[in-house]
């Protein structure tokens, strides 16, 4: 085993969370559920032309 740096997460500070396709949502959803102060936010793409 080696040694190596670690960074601690202060559970206290807002972690954000962009889930990615469908499985992202899930995995999303669990770790919401671990982390309490979260954010969750989506991106996506919309088509002016199809509105």
Known sequence: ???TLVEFIDLKE???I???LR???T???HAS???LATKTYHL???DILSL
Do not use: D, Q, T
Request: proline share 10%; net charge neutral; hydrophobic share 65%.
């Open 27 to 29: 995995l999303a959803e």
């Open 33 to 35: 559920s671990v982390f």
């Open 18 to 20: 962009v889930p990615i």
């Open 1 to 3: 085993m080696a040694i």
């Open 23 to 25: 499985a992202g949502l």
């Open 44 to 46: 996506g793409k919309v």
């Open 14 to 16: 807002p972690i954000m």
